[in-house]
């Protein structure tokens, strides 16, 4: 989709000056879409950055883009439910509900996986260098479920374990674990259990439902590249959403009588000095928003790189999606400090 030249009000002209600059650090046909969230109201702006590299506003709080490891709060939310519905608890092991031993006899309980302490690698044996070389613009696939449980039964190896390792493979098993327990599919389960009772309907993770509402996603010389299909790992970040319905989410949230919520907001492990985990959120006394507590996650895929920050106590939010290739690394990240400024003087 390109840009259609549709201005979104409601932003302060600091705030249009800031998205727009930040476009501009990155290629043509870059597009950020932003939402600022309160409790009663939402607020959206996009950008698109054209050939004679200037900027346009665009529509598309509606579109849609891949949200990476964002993901990972909503797999973390479905667990938070069923915690609260008494259907597990957050220190089960999984193989409780795998039906199989882990290999040496692992224990990995489902908080551990939600908070990243199961000691597991960011990826599994074998997929890193898949991903250098074999599957380099798709790395994930061919892990599939057949590939995943082999790894359980066989090749697992926990590091560490009770200490902060960020795993994509935990998340993905959380997801995959969660999909056994509840004898249904993770795309069912995402939207009978949050998509349809907030009304997101530009959210799910098939993809060839959504094609023509998707923004299309850029390498890091701003050429189109290819999505991520995650495979049994769709519980780490397989989720295409618009910042129309994540505002949604975000606004859930901010109901301290809703259990689920409130259960994934407590602080589970400390990181460090200024960080913590709950379940799928990092919590982060943030120095730009002059240390408000605030509960976060970014995403980043080949073509897109987004972050979700929510400060619960004052009732405010923040979500920025762009088709800026996640693998960007540090560039990437001037699109989280954008986040963080917007919600500053919220």
């Given at each position: 989709m390109e840009c259609t030249g549709h201005k979104v009000e409601d932003?302060?002209?600091d705030d249009k000056n800031n998205i727009q600059e930040t476009a501009l650090?990155?290629?043509?046909?870059?597009?950020l879409s932003v939402a600022k969230i309160c409790e009663q109201s939402v607020h959206f702006y996009g950008t698109c950055v054209t050939g004679s590299k200037t900027t346009e506003p665009t529509d598309n709080a509606q579109c849609l883009f891949e949200i990476g490891s964002i993901t990972k709060v909503f797999t973390s939310h479905l667990l938070a439910q069923l915690v609260t519905e008494d259907k597990v608890n957050?220190?089960?092991?999984?193989?409780?509900?795998?039906?199989?031993?882990?290999?040496?006899?692992?224990?990995?309980?489902?908080?551990?996986?939600?908070?990243?302490t199961a000691g597991l690698p960011r990826l599994p044996l074998g997929m890193f260098w898949e991903a250098l070389f074999k599957n380099r613009h798709n790395p994930y696939k061919d892990f599939s479920t057949e590939r995943l449980e082999h790894y359980l039964k066989h090749a697992l190896k926990q590091k560490k374990r009770g200490k902060s390792r960020y795993s994509n493979l935990g998340a993905g098993l959380l997801g995959f674990t969660l999909s056994k327990i509840t004898n249904t599919n993770y795309e069912t389960m995402l939207k009978?259990?949050?998509?349809?009772?907030?009304?997101?309907?530009?959210?799910?993770t098939q993809r060839d439902t959504l094609q023509g509402q998707i923004v299309k996603g850029r390498n890091k010389k701003g050429l189109e590249t290819s999505h991520w299909d995650l495979a049994s790992l769709e519980g780490a970040g397989a989720i295409l959403s618009s910042v129309s319905d994540l505002a949604k989410f975000v606004q859930a949230g901010f109901n301290k009588n809703n259990k689920a919520h409130a259960l994934q907001h407590?602080?589970?492990?400390?990181?460090?000095?200024?960080?913590?985990m709950g379940l799928?959120?990092?919590?982060?006394?943030h120095k730009i928003t002059e240390n408000r507590s605030l509960h976060w996650h970014n995403g980043g895929t080949g073509g897109y790189y987004s972050i979700m920050v929510t400060d619960i106590e004052h009732k405010t939010g923040v979500v920025i999606l762009s088709n800026v290739s996640g693998l960007f690394l540090m560039k990437a990240e001037n699109i989280a400090h954008l986040a963080f400024n917007i919600l500053k003087d919220m």
């Open positions: 932003f302060t002209e650090k990155f290629p043509t046909h870059t597009q957050l220190d089960d092991p999984i193989d409780k509900y795998l039906g199989y031993s882990l290999n040496k006899n692992a224990v990995i309980t489902l908080r551990e996986l939600s908070n990243h009978n259990r949050i998509f349809l009772p907030l009304n997101m309907h530009q959210s799910s407590r602080p589970t492990v400390k990181l460090n000095d200024f960080e913590q799928g959120w990092v919590i982060r006394k």
